[in-house]
């Protein structure tokens, strides 16, 4: 079992760069790959990034590439997702999400991911 504890969220304006932390308490952290989804009002959970137990790999969806950066520190059994230039669409709640794997490969549908957070509202004004 894997409790994720959001920080981070707020309110910025358009440019703005903002980092989203999720912490999770207790050593089994380190067996879990760790990805970030967002989800905007109306549409559907979407995939933004993860990265791998070790830390090692990392993997980026389309709306993230470029702009966001995924990143964990597992001495203090926590992950990040690090965003500049935000913009109005990149407004929605995000969610860090685990799932158990040492492997350097990791999926990116939110099924199959067992542990979430409780989510943080990210809102960018133009």
């Known amino acids: 079992q894997v409790r994720l504890e959001h920080s981070g969220g707020g309110s910025v304006q358009a440019g703005d760069s903002l980092t989203l932390s999720c912490a999770a308490p207790?050593?089994?952290?380190?067996?879990?790959?760790v990805a970030w989804f967002r989800q905007a009002p109306g549409k559907e959970r979407d995939f933004v990034g993860a990265?791998?137990?070790?830390?090692?790999?990392?993997y980026y969806g389309s709306s993230a590439k470029g702009r966001f950066t995924i990143s964990r520190d597992n001495a203090k059994t926590t992950a990040f997702l690090q965003m500049r230039d935000l913009q109005p669409e990149d407004t929605a709640v995000y969610y860090c999400?685990?799932?158990?794997?040492?492997?350097?490969?990791?999926?990116?549908?939110?099924?199959?991911?067992?542990?979430w957070g409780q989510g943080t509202q990210v809102s960018v004004s133009s």
């Open positions: 999400a685990a799932r158990a794997t040492l492997l350097q490969t990791f999926p990116t549908v939110a099924d199959e991911f067992p542990y």
């Open positions: 990265v791998s137990a070790s830390g090692g790999n990392t």
């Open positions: 207790g050593p089994t952290f380190n067996f879990h790959a």
